[in-house]
């Protein structure tokens, strides 16, 4: 809660109004210390645009890659239960994307794809 408020001192409506220098810093500060030096953040008081500008750049990709990492993993729960459990490394990104992108897959069904997985290569056993 607390990084969506300090957040909201880069809002640049109303003529940037609710511009608070110390609100930006403490945000630096508390949730982004690893992408300033101690130099930065003292310059960032002096209001640095360009340090403000790397600050607004990473507060406007948090959602984005907060969002996919918790789709990857949502996905992952899903895919990988306690029955396949031991699957093989590249089988399990393999059933991620299909899980993850499945508005793709609505239109594809099954007998298609064992049709085609068929005619790749003769197997032992039919696959109907």
Do not use: W
Not at 13 to 20: C, H, M, P, T
Not at 42 to 48: D, E, G, M, T, Y
Not at 116 to 126: A, Q, W
């Amino acid at each position: 809660m607390e990084l969506l408020i300090l957040s909201s001192a880069l809002d640049p409506g109303n003529g940037f109004k609710s511009f608070k220098i110390v609100d930006i810093c403490k945000l630096a500060e508390k949730f982004y210390p690893q992408d300033f030096t101690v130099k930065e953040l003292s310059l960032l008081r002096a209001k640095a645009y360009y340090l403000i500008n790397r600050l607004i750049r990473l507060v406007l990709t948090l959602p984005v890659s907060t969002a996919t990492t918790e789709r990857a993993f949502s996905a992952m729960k899903h895919v990988k239960t306690v029955l396949r459990n031991k699957m093989e490394d590249e089988y399990l990104p393999d059933s991620l994307i299909v899980y993850i992108e499945k508005a793709l897959y609505v239109d594809i069904d099954s007998d298609s794809i064992i049709k085609d997985f068929d005619t790749l290569k003769e197997r032992r056993v039919p696959l109907h």
